[in-house]
């Protein structure tokens, strides 16, 4: 079983990849720690999400809707709906992923997220959003981040003039 881990306290664990359904679906195993930054709200281009509850409770909004997603519970996310989640819990959460069709969207993703996010100090907002629009799924950060994403790559660039 391939694993991913993140520095920010999040751990995707791939269950059944493309080549284990036929193509049909991915299916990956999210542990979300207290604590652990938020995915940037975003949609996916070219395929669906069935969200399924395993542990704890982990609160989604998907199209503005603000759903608390428990253990046996299950929410689908269709292409081109804007979505996000975040734990509030104050301990770890689980929940199981199956993204269809398989072929466009799996681990590579996750590994080359790691590669943007497992660093030393501030990462790199810009190559996020880049990392995930190759992989299909498409950034939507309202205000709030956009400005917090701008203070950071100031930041960045301050630190980077030394």
């Not at 930054?37 to 199209?63: A, L, Q």
Request: net charge positive; proline share 5%; aromatic share 10%.
């Amino acid at each position: 079983m391939k694993s991913i881990i993140y520095n920010e306290g999040i751990e995707v664990h791939f269950l059944k990849e493309a080549e284990d359904t036929d193509n049909k679906y991915c299916e990956f195993l999210c542990v979300i720690k207290s604590g652990a930054r938020n995915p940037m709200p975003h949609y996916h281009k070219s395929f669906d999400e069935t969200v399924f509850g395993e542990k704890g409770t982990v609160i989604w909004t998907v199209d503005g809707k603000t759903t608390a997603l428990g253990p046996g519970e299950k929410l689908f996310i269709p292409r081109g709906v804007t979505h996000m989640f975040e734990n509030k819990s104050g301990q770890a959460v689980e929940f199981r992923c199956q993204t269809s069709p398989a072929n466009v969207f799996g681990a590579d993703y996750f590994e080359d997220i790691a590669t943007v996010l497992n660093i030393e100090g501030i990462p790199d907002f810009k190559k996020l959003q880049s990392v995930m629009t190759q992989h299909g799924l498409i950034p939507v950060p309202g205000l709030k981040r956009k400005i917090i994403f701008a203070i950071l790559g100031l930041i960045r660039k301050m630190k980077g003039a030394k």
